[in-house]
């Protein structure tokens, strides 16, 4: 489930949390790469617990794209 993952990603990071508050370069660049791969396997839900837990601008952005439907 998408709460599974994200609480994998959790768990991978610091216990204090304060890098997913104000997460330095390396967190962000796992986020976003896990974003990246949820929007690229259509796991719109991971994308949207990513987004959830992430300061803004974080993850990127969301586009819904009619063409996709």
């Known amino acids: ?7 994998q990603l959790e768990v991978s990071l610091p216990p204090d949390r304060a890098s997913l508050k104000e997460p ?3 967190t962000k660049a796992l986020i976003r790469y896990l974003a990246r791969e949820a929007k690229g396997s ?11 837990i992430a300061p803004a601008g974080t993850v990127g952005e969301f586009i819904f794209d009619l063409n996709l439907f």
């Open 24 to 26: 330095v370069p390396e």
């Open 1 to 7: 489930s998408s709460k599974e993952i994200v609480r």
């Open 42 to 52: 259509d796991r719109l839900d991971v994308f949207e617990q990513l987004r959830d």
